[in-house]
């Protein structure tokens, strides 16, 4: 449940020192000097986020706002690199705060957590690998999971020597998913009869083309066709006009059941 916010009153005193005569003011381990929230509420509060809490809801139980429980897992968070590297990798980037972006390394088995820096580039991840890490432990690296778009596969094997990139399957798919967009726009404007039944399927169906297993049975209205016809049957309208079509639809199946 919610706990009761506690607001504690506190008046300091200053002391003189009669040889000296410098001035000190009263300390309380309650509080530290120019804060106040009490400083055991740090540790109630880190352990609540390590329970996966949201920011918001951590302030409603604690009683105080949220941006206060952001500066304080701010203060308090110390990412630590791991001390040994897994044999296999996954370097990812995503945006972080004010819009950067900033590079995060997984054990590609276990998921867990091996580094998270500041930003992408290559010379910071370079640097961290070597600082941190010693020949003989980044030569047992033996892949590094990625997308196609790193810039920093051009130091992968500075870093890792005996490592082999590998594409994740997600980003080949989806590759694959754009090349069979592109050439199915291209049997469109190809295509003089605006009104048939193979370009309004192209044209307004174009998601029964991803579908990796259509449905062959159940015959389902079609808006644009209109008309009730099974998946299937809607996608072999159109590919029965359009060869080349047909091909790379067929390619794109075979490569995503791979």
Not at 27 to 42: C, E, G, S, W
Not at 67 to 81: A, F, G, T
Request: proline share 4%; hydrophobic share 40%; charged share 25%.
């Amino acid at each position: 449940g919610v706990e009761m916010p506690t607001v504690i009153d506190l008046h300091k005193q200053r002391w003189r020192c009669h040889n000296c005569y410098h001035t000190v003011s009263a300390k309380t381990p309650l509080v530290q000097p120019n804060h106040t929230i009490a400083a055991h509420m740090t540790e109630r509060i880190m352990k609540l986020a390590h329970e996966r809490l949201p920011v918001k809801t951590i302030a409603r139980i604690i009683g105080i706002s949220a941006s206060s429980v952001q500066r304080i897992i701010d203060q308090n968070l110390k990412l630590r690199p791991a001390r040994r590297l897994p044999t296999r990798l996954c370097f990812d980037e995503f945006r972080s705060t004010h819009g950067m972006m900033s590079f995060i390394c997984l054990d590609a088995d276990s998921h867990r957590l091996i580094a998270l820096l500041g930003d992408r580039f290559n010379r910071t991840i370079k640097n961290f690998f070597i600082a941190h890490y010693s020949l003989a432990e980044r030569t047992r690296v033996q892949t590094v999971t990625m997308d196609m778009n790193a810039a920093y596969q051009t130091i992968i094997h500075e870093v890792f020597p005996k490592v082999q990139v590998v594409i994740d399957r997600f980003h080949i798919i989806q590759l694959a998913a754009r090349a069979l967009d592109q050439v199915r726009v291209q049997a469109l404007k190809q295509l003089d009869d605006k009104h048939s039944r193979p370009y309004k399927i192209m044209k307004t169906n174009w998601r029964l083309f991803h579908q990796t297993a259509p449905d062959a049975k159940h015959k389902q209205f079609l808006f644009g066709l209109n008309e009730d016809v099974t998946q299937q049957e809607a996608i072999d309208i159109a590919l029965d006009t359009e060869p080349k079509l047909k091909q790379t639809y067929e390619t794109y199946l075979a490569l995503h059941d791979a």
